[in-house]
């Protein structure tokens, strides 16, 4: 038997058949020639799927609370994409989240992890490309849980309609959002594990700073959970499906997904740029900016200077 084209792919997928779904979500994850020619196709019939980030520390509840989200968000083929920071290695971590969402999760979920295995230029994205993915198959919502550290986490995060940040009670735990500049990015904030102490301390420090730094005509409401007992979470969900009808009526669902786009292509040009910018380096011949910077010569800002004028002219295209 012959390997199923493209086209025969997507419609399979579009039917709700898992392998093949499976399939296009490992090509875009190479992001080789392939993953091109899948992401266009994606992209023509994406933009239907409502996009759900939930972000936050390693082990503050992130994969119990998607897994209960999905669950009761009630909708026909909702599916979540797990970005597993860890590299390919420590795989458990991968399998420990599978099961624990399982465990809550009902089987017309559809679950992905994404492994980013430090390529963290590459998860920008590869990310955006397997929620067309899904998106074209005709998944909703489509859940991103991300952890929340460094800067290209939270970028990722926030390529979401709907952002979900989660912290934990604890002293200092909404300041550590806050330095991690996930207090920008949510839409809606949770404390889990409200079962354990302080729990309302915690909203009241996210309130204190949400009263400093709060602007726009949404102000992000704080959902205490106890994910583990799915307490809460329809509440969760109540408040992601009113930040979707603000989305729709205020305009600014089309203003985020155009800014996300711009930042894609962005993100494209400078990974494409750094590629070229190698190659240039590793090509020139004879008496070549390297050789004279290995010399002494030329300085690395002086040899940059030189080939990126090789690479781009010095002004922008006119209109
Ligand atoms: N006590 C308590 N434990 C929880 C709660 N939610 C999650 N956990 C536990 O916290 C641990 C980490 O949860 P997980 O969902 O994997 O967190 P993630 O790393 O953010 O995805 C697991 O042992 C969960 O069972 C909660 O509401 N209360
Ligand atoms: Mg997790």
């Known amino acids: 038997m012959s390997a199923p084209s493209l086209d025969e792919l997507f419609e399979s997928a579009r039917t709700g058949n898992r392998r093949a779904l499976g399939r296009l979500l490992t090509l875009v994850e190479r992001q080789d020639d392939n993953a091109v020619i899948v992401s266009e196709r994606a992209h023509r019939d994406a933009g239907q799927a409502r996009v759900i980030g939930v972000t936050g520390a390693p082990g503050s509840g992130k994969s119990t609370i998607t897994g209960r989200l999905a669950a009761v968000s009630g909708a026909a ?48 994205v590869a990310v955006p490309d397997a ?58 904030f949770v404390v889990n594990k409200a079962d354990r102490p302080d729990a309302r301390g915690a909203r009241r420090d996210l309130e204190l700073m949400l009263d400093l730094g709060h602007q726009g005509d949404w102000r992000a409401p704080i959902v205490l959970t106890t994910a583990t ?46 590629d070229r910018a190698l190659r ?21 800002a002086a040899a940059a200077e030189q080939l990126l004028a090789t690479l781009i002219p010095d002004n922008p295209p006119k209109e």
């Open 77 to 124: 083929r909702p599916a979540i994409l797990a970005i597993d920071p860890s590299s390919p290695l420590t795989g458990g971590a991968i399998l420990g989240d599978r099961i624990r969402m399982d465990n809550n999760v009902s089987s017309s979920t559809f679950i992905r992890s994404m492994a980013t295995r430090g390529h963290a230029g590459g998860l920008a």
């Open 131 to 188: 929620v067309r993915v899904l998106d074209a198959a005709g998944c909703d919502p489509i859940i991103v849980e991300t952890v929340g550290v460094g800067q290209v986490e939270v970028t990722v995060a926030a390529a979401a309609d709907t952002t979900v940040v989660v912290v934990t009670p604890g002293w200092g735990d909404a300041v550590q959002a806050n330095k991690a500049g996930l207090l920008e990015v949510a839409d809606i």
């Open 229 to 274: 007992e799915g307490e809460g979470i329809d509440d969760l969900w109540s408040e992601i499906e009113r930040h979707t009808s603000y989305l729709h009526h205020s305009g600014e669902l089309i203003r985020r997904r155009c800014r996300r786009r711009r930042s894609e292509v962005a993100d494209r040009i400078e990974l494409g740029l750094r």
């Open 280 to 300: 240039i380096i590793d090509h020139q011949s004879g008496e070549s900016a390297m050789v004279r910077v290995e010399r002494h010569e030329l300085s690395p």
